[in-house]
């Protein structure tokens, strides 16, 4: 019944179009709330097809679009998704719905451009998950900066101006290489389709360089360590739905990149160097780990879980190589790569509830300081009770969403290498111990404060927000087949093209 | 047996449920039906189970509930394996459950988190029956970090105890390093079995006996034995053996039935249940048993001499359960893992009784746990006096009681196991009964006899507690003292559990020891011989002349040997050792990393370091760009000297 429909287009535009529309309602604070919360509840429910009628047997393109765009350079208006793609757009407009919610009476400033960026910016990120033509995706993917940025410069902290501009500086640097090597690519091969990428032969020396212009660009959004520090100094000044989208969604397009590009494009390269990023993941699990047990303010806290947290991803991502000169065949490699992907997905929830429960305290209190509160389960016993359910999940709880992803990487790691298996499962440990802590000094222990005393318990909004994220974790946590299901055909697709030599 | 197994296990989760999620709406009453009748039902069914496989002698039980996800070709499953070792397990957990709620009822009558605790503790049930009955090695992991979840929230159940929030947080992360090394050993059979399922790594176990990996340092491992202690290291972990075991003693900050129930009784022994259930494998590797023996006899000894210092009555028992679960682990070590479970069934009774009976002095106490202050309880408190009696006779192993029966095999088993290491091993269980009755009937004398040593107030509210306390602890008085001859014969010599359990013939001591065995009369009566029990009167003799006749004599021991008393004091320096290397190093590596990592050197130099380098360079440019006229002229006439002295060269 919607075969005939282009969901793709449907699901990038309608927000956009809500988007401008929100602004034009302009001071109506009320209704602008009503028509941004219709506007992505529409985008949402639109993109459910996708799901529904998506054919997991395939890894084909599916959806596919396409019409040309700027003839004389080959430029198409191309859009498609697979199986890995497809949840990561269905993750965007769950998110973007429930980040509209949670702002609804926590932004008096200027609703509704802040509504209309959260509007414009799920488009445009849903675009770059869609896209199939690289200029496409370039203009998205640069795009969707200016929204987060204004979002951070606008309804930010005290130093939002730094974190606005340190943002953009590193993001913008990524970009730049990533056209350059998307332009060296368009040369070589006249076209732009991403999908003509992947079958180009590239010499060795051509794939390294190529290698490390994508590596820097999506490694910088991941943030994989060492161009992370941009992310804690971002999350703390952003409000807390710019926070929740940039942990659920924007970390994810820049992983989503290197199974996008960096794999399939230069599988030589990545073999070659894929102990460069498998170092980076270990150090990011480990090192940035340590990092988060010390921060004094929480939501610099889960930033820096959040690096330690995408490190299990661009892990998972890589030990496809190792595995393959192991034993000569990928078996135990679509383990790892399909737990980095529900990785992607579990953080989404889990990171983005973080940061919600955050901003609940924040709304009360007005710090982040890890020091201003305790005993918060005396005053909110009902937002006490999720905040421990989300840090058990983000420690990795079996039977939390948060345990599929990692699980699967380590038993993937093991296969190939005690030694990264090892440092990799160090998260039991340092995981637990960052979140809990802070859970221990934040909601348990006596009142700490007479401000904690004041508390109130969550509003029927919040509850709603934060409630759905736990059956959600909850869910993902004890039935994940059906996510993995769909991921069969593309990842397997994907592991060929990462042992196939381009040479 | 499907849908029983399956109403076993939901009934519990839908009473947690119910009382956690509802708990106001039901009420207090509400909230302890709901959850009593739900672990009712599965003690209930449990027997129906343990009726069909035991006595009918019906075919184990292995099936799927569903399938969790299949990726890269492997199925992960949720599903039970019910044999003859999980219907033990199951009846045994949902009895001391049972056992454990109605006695909340009184406990935590005057608690504010009435509703909560039955909700936790419900849960708790339901983790521990998803763990035994499992029939893969990753719902195993489900349930093992599960029971840990529960074991966190209920230590910290007063959470506003800074104590209790202290202790859970160290439970958890002490539990979580020896999962990091359990699902590193799970994570190593996925790689060299390529399945999950117990059933087909058991059956493909032996023709993985001989194969060797590098693992490190160019040394080649045996897989089984590296799987096996990989393994070991997360039963180390939940059945606290040493250095594992920091966390137990502290988990005694949380309400006394949690202690008895997850801290003595249940969780703590889901190691042994573990390893004794992975017995094709363990079998195959006499590396890990030596490595478990040994461990094993030093929890065992070291943590009964740490008894012996305690005053507080929780802690007490507490070391006593670190040195029980270690004559457990010697059990696996020798192979004897029908002894390790026949220990663990027998101390689950004597413990949980112990656990609660220190519960009711404590109530009468009001909670006051110090036992140096108490004294004389015994005529106050006839009902508790009487089964804490009962239970301490057990827990020392007098002849007849329950522990006596399986600590003896215990004995017996490491007497003539062959694996290196026994010999410590014997010499270590042996003393260690000697010790046991010591701090055991130290603690039992200072209750319940003697000088009454508690202040007026406390004296004059003195009395026996009332039924829904006393009724749980004559409950579990009666296996306490009966269970051990009933069950010897059956578990030990006969043929109980079946395929089970795996024992190489040329590790079968049970199998020597069956040959000599006639009866359990006989062989109380074989025990009189021997040295065990009269380490243990002797232990019992000491405690009284120490504690009773003579207290002077006790003061100045303490003094005499007041450094052998302060390493016994600071618990060998495990807890100062952890704090100051690991947390404090770890939070110190953590700020290093941070303030000069990121501060300095990539924000600092690198981030913060180009843009400041560009304004610097801009700044310099910017110059040249001064507007000033004769600047260009200059700038142009230098311009053309140097290009055209490029061109005439």
Known sequence: MFSDLPLLSLVIWLPIIGGLVVLAAGKNDVLVRWLALIFSMLTFVASLPLYTGFDSGTY?????????????????????????????????????????IAGWEVIQNKVSQYMAAFLIMEGLMIGVFAALDAVLFYVFWEFMLVPMFLIIGVWGGQRRVYAAIKFFLYTFLGSVLLLVAVLYLY????????????????????????????????????????????????????????????????????????????LPIVPDASHELDWLVIAMSLVAVVYIALVALVQEDMKKLIAYSS??????????????????????????????????????????????????????????????????????????????????????????????????GEFMVILSAFKANFWIALLASTTLVLGAAYTLWMVKRVIFGKVGNDNVAALQDLNGREALVLGTLAVLVLLLGVYPAPLVEVMHSSVGHLLEQAVSSKL | MHNISLAIVLAPLFGAIIAGLFGKAIGRAGAHWVTIIGVAISFGLSLVIFKQIILDGADPYNGAVYTWLVSDGIKFEVGFMIDQLTALMMVVVTFVSLMVHIYTIGYMRDDPGYQRFFS???????????????????????????????????????????????????????????????????????????????????????????????????QQWSVITMICILLFIGAMGKSAQVPLHVWLPDSMEGPTPISALIHAATMVTAGIFMVARMSPLYELSQTALSVVIVIGAITALFMGFLGLVQNDIKRVVAYSTLSQLGYMTVALGASAYATGIFHLMTHAFFKALLFLAAGSV?????????????????????????????????????????????????????????????????????????????????MFFLVFHGKERMDEHTRSHLHESPAVVTVPLILLAIPSVVIGAIAIGPLQFGDFFGRAIYVLPEHDVLGVLRGEYHGWAEFIVHGLMAPAVWLSAAGVAVAWFLYMKRPDIAASLKERFSGVYSILDKKYGFDDFNDAVFAGGGRSVGRLFWRFGDIKLIDGVVVNGTANGIGWLSGVIRRAQSGYMYHYAFAMIIGLVVLLTFFVY
């Open chain 1, 307 to 404: 690096i330690s947290h995408m490190g299990f991803v661009t892990l998972g991502f890589f030990l496809v190589f190792s595995i393959f000169d192991n034993t000569n065949s990928v078996a135990g490699a679509a383990l790892g790569l399909e737990g980095a992907l529900v990785q992607m997905i579990s953080h989404g929830f889990v990171s983005g509830a973080m940061f919600l429960c955050v901003g609940v305290m924040y709304d009360r209190l007005h710090s982040r300081n890890i020091s201003d509160y305790g005993g918060v389960a005396n005053t909110m016993p009902v937002f006490a009770t999720l905040m421990v359910f989300f840090a058990m999940a983000n420690a990795g709880l079996p039977g939390t969403s948060g345990f599929v």
């Open chain 1, 60 to 100: 084909q393109m599916q959806f596919a679009e396409q019409m040309p765009w700027v003839a004389t350079f080959n430029i198409n208006y191309s859009l498609g998704i697979d199986g890995i793609s497809m949840p990561l757009i269905l993750l965007t407009s769950f998110t973007t719905v429930l980040v509209i």
């Open chain 2, 362 to 442: 404590i109530i009468a106490m009001h909670h006051e746990q110090d036992i140096t202050k108490m004294g004389g309880l015994k005529k106050y408190m006839p009902i508790t006096y009487w089964t804490s009696l009962i239970g301490a006779l057990a827990l020392i192993g007098f002849p007849g009681f329950s522990g006596f029966f399986s600590k003896d095999s215990i004995i017996e088993a490491v007497n003539i196991s062959t694996v290196p290491g026994a010999g410590f091993a014997y010499f270590a269980v042996l003393l260690g009964v000697f010790v046991t009755a010591l701090y055991t009937f130290r």
């Open chain 2, 120 to 218: 936790y503790i419900s849960l708790f049930t339901f983790s521990m029956l998803m763990l035994v009955m499992a029939n893969n090695f990753m719902q195993l992991f489900f349930g093992w970090e599960a029971v840990g979840l529960v074991s966190y929230l209920l230590i910290g159940f007063w959470y506003q105890k800074e104590s209790a929030i202290y202790a859970n947080l160290k439970a958890f992360l002490v539990n979580r390093v020896g999962d990091l090394g359990f699902l590193l050993g799970i994570a190593a059979v996925l790689m060299y079995f390529n399945t999950l399922d117990y059933a087909d790594v058991f059956s493909a176990a032996p023709s993985m006996a001989n194969v060797t990996a590098e693992v490190a340092m160019n």
């Open chain 1, 187 to 262: 040369f070589q091969s006249d076209s732009f389709s991403i999908l003509d990428f992947h079958d180009l032969r590239i010499g060795m020396t051509a794939q390294v360089l190529l290698f490390f212009a994508f590596l820097i660009a999506f490694a910088v959004k991941v943030p994989m360590w060492p161009v992370h520090t941009w992310l804690p100094d971002a999350h703390v000044e952003a409000p807390t739905g710019g926070s929740v989208i940039l942990a659920a969604i924007m970390l994810k397009l820049g992983a989503y990149g290197f199974v996008r590009f960096i």
